[in-house]
């Protein structure tokens, strides 16, 4: 069966040209027919097995051996199709051919946690990886980026200690896929440069609310140059049509038991339900002029962004992801990414992290991979022609021609030939920047010594909501330190970046707070807050909840929902379906706030079922004066309300449901309107995310 091409970017040139399974009858793996897959070969029917059963011994030989390593890291994931449209803007900066105008590349993406193994929970308080594969017609480029702009450390040699430190501890491997931990907290308040990112991580960044609402960045500063040989520096940026979006930590700890795959799953339904997840690509231009410095800020140190402000980001281009992986293992598992993987115009700098990196993405793929042919797995395949003279090692796939995979020769013609540059042109990774010979040492520029600044540029640009988040997660994760000189010392490290924060935390730990630091002039930057602006509400999720009787309404609301590009889900005391075949998605059962951007109430609800019969024994009654609703529908409206999302209910009896659940009728966030203004009544709340006046440090 051949792949049909998909999407306008294929045309026909897949590069996964590997053959699926492609026989409609069961075969093995050899291509002889099989009859029967269910009764191994034995003498009689109550006999021994026979070891001459090829079929039996091949296929459990084939499933011992289905599991392959896991990432060291970035184990969990989850990945899309898409493609990446050029603005055509960038030509004064880079040769680079996919950024040229009108063109189209296809792209594959990887989302992932970092410290969670491959069967963690999508949630945890975490760092999250932004990995993207452009098939190039000039090679592979992969931008191997996070949703962070600042990293742990500033050389490589430091990654094992990091890992170490923030993977479970290695004698019961507890805590799995959290920072929550002593070896976690020990090491970065001991390796201080790991301050700026702690920031960012117990910030709201680090646990969106969906992969389609996170920012990307590269990281680390690279080098673009122009077909006139012309180099600049950038910092690269994904910016998300839907804007940047967090969960409440109660929401993120809930999802991790009722629903550890809450990040891959709202993705892959988002692309099917055709809400195309979609970023803007921009970089930071800096000018190359030999110091690698822009505003005081070193660009080589990865543990500093360079606030927007300061240099805005131009956007370069479109990406929109627009079809699911067709096998999580072959795509999703399989993808192998390297941040040396460049295409000509776009560079490296001499970042000390960043030239570890080039060193580790290859290396690790062999474990991991099983072998250097890793490039020739379908989703790995460039789509630009490939001759490496590579010959031979474990799953070689291509056949190559000729006898003479060497340079120089005669026997095969004396190919392949070198590629022809113009002038200026050079491959990838060869940008003749001059070098400061210096001297053999281990050390490091004074530059990188402040580790403490941008932690509080970053602390002191968050909206007053957000810093008491902050507050709040120092506080649990410390908590969760059993040795007390690890939190003392990370309270003191937090007072080099906010007296009150430091004190807050110190506090609530029972701890005595720090003595009182100089700290620099308050410096801020706003586009690093997620408040206070407005965003499209495409596959927002809101859940539509109802007693049986109201059907009208209930089909009503949900197709002028739909019609605004929102999901709404029907939830009811029982499942099954309602008038016009529509089917109940959940019940209070299988509900769950934590699955909602916001409640539509369509009261009244059924009461609470009887203690002695079972759950849903009296669920289709509906509540009347002084019943009470549903404990299970009180919890879904409670949680709602205290995570600050929009609850709409209609005139009369669905807004005395919140009075009968204990909740206030008329708060921000809480509206009440006809049946016809629903869609615009969420499409309004849901544009800022949440009712975050109903947060506690907001009152
Ligand atoms: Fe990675 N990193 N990393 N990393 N990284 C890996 O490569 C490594 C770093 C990032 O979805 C591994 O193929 C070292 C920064 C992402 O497949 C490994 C250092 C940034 C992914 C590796 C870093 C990242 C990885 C594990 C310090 C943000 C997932 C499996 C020098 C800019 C890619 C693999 C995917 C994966 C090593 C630092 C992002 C072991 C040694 C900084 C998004 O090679």
Partial sequence: MANEPKHPTDQGQQPESVPGQDSDILTTSQGAPVSDTDHSLKTGERGPTLLQDHHLREKIMHFDHERIP???????????????????????????????PGRTTR????????????????????????????????????????????????????????????????????????????????????HTPAQAHVMWQMSDRAIPRSYRMMEGFGVHTFRMVNALGRSSLVKFHWKP???VHSLVWEESQLAGGADADFHRRDLAEAIDAGALPEWELGVQIFEDDGTSSFE???????????????????????????????????QTEQVAFHPGHLVPGIDITDDPLLQARLFSYLDTQLTRLGGPNFAQIPVNQPQAPVNDMFRDGLHQHRVPEGIAPYKPNSLDGGCPYMAQLGSGQLPPLEFPQPIDAGRKERSEPASFSDHYSQARLFYLSLSGVERAHVQQSYTFELGKCTDVQVRQRQVDCLANIDTGLAAGVARALGLPAPAAQELGEPERSPALSQIGKSWPVDGRKIGVVFDRENHDDVLAIRSALSERGMA??????????????????????TARSIEFDALVLVGPLPPAPDAEAPLDAKAGDAASDGDLVDPRAGLLINEAYRHCKAI?????????????????????????????????SAARLLSTHRAWERFPAAR
């Fill in 568 to 589: 709404p889900m029907l939830v009811s005391a029982r499942g099954g379906e309602i008038a016009g075949g529509v089917a109940i998605d959940r019940t209070y059962l």
């Fill in 648 to 680: 709409i209910c209609l005139p009369g009896e669905s807004s005395g449901l919140l009075r009968a659940v204990g909740l206030p009728d008329e708060a921000p966030g809480v509206s009440v309107v006809e049946v016809s203004a629903v869609a615009d």
């Fill in 107 to 190: 792209v594959f993406v990887r989302f992932s946690t970092v410290v969670g193994s491959r069967g963690s929970m999508d949630t945890a308080r975490d760092t999250r990886g932004f990995a993207t594969k452009f098939y190039t017609d000039e090679g592979i480029f992969d931008l191997v980026g996070n949703n962070m702009p600042v990293f742990f450390i500033q050389d490589g040699i430091k990654f094992p200690d990091l890992v170490h430190a923030a993977k479970p501890h290695p004698d019961r491997e507890i805590p799995q896929a959290q920072s929550a931990h002593d070896t976690f907290w020990d090491f970065v308040s001991l």
């Fill in 296 to 330: 005081g800020i070193d660009l080589l140190d990865p543990t500093k962004f360079v606030p927007e402000e300061l240099a805005p980001v131009q956007p370069l281009g479109k990406m929109v992801l627009d079809r699911n992986p067709e096998n999580y293992f072959a």
């Fill in 70 to 100: 896991e990432r060291v890291v970035h184990a969990r994931g989850a990945g899309a199709h898409g493609f990446f449209t050029s603005y055509g803007n960038a030509e004064e900066l880079t040769r680079a051919d996919f950024l040229k």
């Fill in 241 to 243: 049509k839907l804007g």
